[in-house]
């Protein structure tokens, strides 16, 4: 099991960037797939992008294709979103969350982080 944290949102026009990061305790790390999942005020938690342990498999929903990368430093235990080309139907509570490699769900999850697009 790992704690996760994540930072780096906040408030940011239509079209301008944002690097979210997510800071994990515990020592497999590197071991874990990690993904980022968003939740906007009324609608369901999706998923967002993911990454294997190694960093070198990556995964994007559609709607974030070409604009957000995900990426990792298993030295400093951390997982990053950076997005750019924000939209305002990017909004949404961005949560960082974990998973064993060779398991089917995500069981650890931080507590969020407000990203608001404004237009």
């Known amino acids: 099991q790992v704690q996760l944290v994540e930072s780096g949102g906040g408030l940011v026009q239509a079209g301008g960037s944002l690097r979210l990061s997510c800071a994990a305790s515990g020592r497999t790390f590197s071991s874990y797939e990690m993904g980022w999942f968003r939740q906007a005020p009324g609608k369901e938690r999706e998923f967002v992008a993911a990454?294997?342990?190694?960093?070198?498999?990556?995964y994007y929903a559609d709607s974030v294709k070409g604009r957000f990368t995900i990426s990792r430093d298993n030295a400093k235990n951390t997982v990053y979103l950076q997005m750019n080309s924000l939209k305002p139907e990017d909004t949404a509570v961005y949560y960082c969350?974990?998973?064993?490699?060779?398991?089917?769900?995500?069981?650890?999850w931080g507590q969020g982080t407000q990203v608001t697009v404004s237009s």
């Open positions: 990454i294997r342990g190694s960093g070198t498999i990556t």
């Open positions: 969350a974990g998973r064993e490699a060779g398991t089917r769900t995500y069981d650890d």
